[in-house]
DNA sequence: AAAACGGGGGC
DNA sequence: GCCCCAGTTTT
């Protein structure tokens, strides 16, 4: 069991992030908040890479290809060219082709919106499929990425060893109503305050709730 | 459980 | 120069 009040961090959160920079798949405009195929291959392209990064470089690939069909017509150089600068860029063009190739083949050209079917997509793991459930469909789901890991367990919240571990504790004990709101809320706070190394406690509003796990205290 | 993929930005 | 970054797959 814990002691951590989710209700009160969740209510600070939804009150005090909306002042820092919204991370990239909450910053998407309207058009592409629900397309479900541009939250999958920004996603794609965010793996490992800071998403400032893929911020620059996903317009620049969907102002040439914003379908299957469309990105499947382009090479995989000319998808590498395109998103050069985030990375891995030689991997994210093969995968992106192989996942276009099996939306077309096996889904009709369009993302499924299903969990089971999300992750048999090739390069896709349950970050990705949750982040596609939640952001792209607004269906059900839990994103857990490095930063809700990271969080919660500092909260004192979960005591878990792997994002798979904390999504599906987060599956038993975090209330509903928070399920679609958690990633961005705690990407917001990790990138802003909580950070992985030398956290900003003194600037944290929740620094009195959290349990501070493996958080050193600074002066 | 650990390595590999990989270039750009911050310090 | 060195370490980190909205992970996933393979060994």
Request: proline share 7%; net charge neutral.
């Amino acid at each position: 069991m814990t002691t951590f009040d989710i209700h009160a961090a969740m209510a600070i959160l939804r009150a005090e992030m909306p002042r820092f920079p919204k991370p990239l798949i909450d910053g998407m405009g309207e058009e592409e908040a629900n397309n479900p195929f541009r939250i999958l291959i920004a996603t794609i392209l965010s793996l490992r890479t800071k998403d400032t990064m893929t911020a620059v470089v996903a317009p620049r690939l969907f102002a040439v290809a914003d379908s299957p069909e469309k990105m499947l017509a382009l090479s995989e150089e000319e998808i590498a060219e395109l998103i050069y600068p985030v990375g891995f860029y030689r991997n994210k063009a093969r995968t992106i082709r192989a996942i276009c190739r099996r939306l077309i083949e096996e889904h009709g050209g369009k993302v499924p919106a299903d969990l089971d079917a999300l992750l048999a997509l090739p390069g896709v793991g349950r970050k990705t499929a949750n982040l596609v459930l939640t952001a792209g469909f607004d269906l059900p789901g839990i994103c857990v990425d490095t930063h809700v890991h990271r969080i919660c367990n500092r909260w004192g919240y979960v005591q878990t060893r792997t994002p798979e571990e904390t999504e599906m504790k987060l599956r038993e004990i975090l209330p509903f109503e928070y399920w679609k709101e958690i990633n961005g809320l705690l990407v917001t706070l990790g990138q802003n305050i909580c950070h992985p190394t030398s956290p900003r406690c003194s600037a944290c509003p929740l620094a009195h709730l959290c349990a501070r796990v493996g958080v050193e205290r600074s002066r």
